[in-house]
Nanobody
């Protein structure tokens, strides 16, 4: 069954850090590129970061230097290390392929308090 399950979100103070995790079914993970997206209240979903199976990474300008995407090909897991969080990072975070080809999971809420 095709599945994406995100976890690791929470409430954090500005300047803090979180590590998000995504468990993907093998049929999804076999795709070359995996990505993290986020959707803030009242805004469209946006691409945050992506990573190929060869660990080539790309980031949105808004998170470059603060966020790090990684993957474990043996475990079908994708991670997002988010540092120096600010209020603009408050959103529901999702993982999917890049571009998104599969149904969205439930996401994980990240709330940054100032």
């Amino acid at each position: 069954q095709v599945q994406l399950v995100e976890s690791g979100g929470g409430l954090v103070q500005a300047g803090g850090s979180l590590t998000l995790s995504c468990a993907a079914s093998e049929s999804i993970f076999r795709r070359n590129r995996m990505a993290w997206y986020r959707q803030a209240p009242g805004k469209q979903r946006e691409l945050v970061a992506s990573i190929t199976s060869a660990h080539i990474r790309n980031y949105a300008d808004s998170v470059k230097g603060r966020f790090t995407i990684s993957r474990d090909n043996a475990k079908n897991m994708v991670y997002l290390q988010a540092n120096r969080l600010n209020s603009e990072d408050t959103a529901v975070y999702y993982c999917n392929t890049g571009p998104a080809l599969f149904s969205w999971g439930q996401g994980t809420q990240v709330t940054v308090s100032s």
